[in-house]
């Protein structure tokens, strides 16, 4: 059984920064995929990052491209996603997950987190 865990959210204003934290149980991590994904009252589901299990290759979402750092810490069992110079259109809930492929293919993730809410506003 695999369970994630994020946090990290909360209200920062434009041009703050944030990092998101997502915890996996166990080694059952180990050689799996991690990705975030935002969902925002009345607009689709955005892939945001993903990982590879090395940490050697990344996506980012072009929304988010030259904001935002996904990095993870094998040893924690922990995949990261620092967002900077937020931008009110990046308030979503944000939601980590596990791939056994590297792919943006939601269905491709059998395990995902609660989310963790992030608000950008003035």
């Known amino acids: 059984q695999v369970q994630l865990v994020e946090s990290g959210g909360g209200l920062v204003q434009p041009g703050d920064s944030l990092r998101l934290s997502c915890v996996a149980s166990g080694r059952t991590f180990s050689g799996y995929v991690g990705g975030w994904v935002r969902q925002a009252p009345g607009k689709e589901r955005e892939f945001v990052a993903a990982i590879t299990s090395s940490g050697i290759s990344t996506y980012y979402a072009d929304s988010v491209k030259g904001r935002f750092t996904i990095s993870r810490d094998n040893a924690k069992n922990t995949v990261y996603l620092q967002m900077t110079s937020l931008k009110p259109e990046d308030t979503a809930v944000y939601y980590c997950?596990?791939?056994?492929?590297?792919?943006?293919?939601?269905?491709?993730?059998?395990?995902w987190g609660q989310g963790t809410q992030v608000t950008v506003s003035s």
């Open positions: 997950a596990r791939s056994g492929l590297y792919t943006t293919k939601e269905g491709a993730y059998d395990y």
